[in-house]
């Protein structure tokens, strides 16, 4: 599968936190290496069946709980 310039970091996000969560001294790790490559490239494809809009001018950007938690702390 091609990954495109802008999706490598996607990839080796998804790819990374897969092997960290799955890897142990109990598993072969090609086995994990292998699914986390294959896991990345279905991530991938499933992002480019999404549609991709700007956000219109005038709606404000939803936070998350925690990022307003942090901004709140650092306004203080």
């Known amino acids: 599968m091609t990954v495109y310039e802008d999706e490598w970091a996607f990839w080796d996000d998804i790819a990374g936190k897969y092997i960290l969560k799955h890897s142990g001294v109990d598993h072969n790790i090609s086995n994990v290496i292998e699914a986390a490559s294959v ?5 991938v494809i499933a992002r480019r069946k999404r549609k991709f809009e700007k956000v219109p ?6 936070k998350s709980a925690k990022a307003t938690t942090v901004l709140a702390t650092a306004a203080v």
């Open 57 to 62: 001018d005038g709606e404000v950007f939803r």
């Open 39 to 43: 896991y990345a490239d279905r991530m």
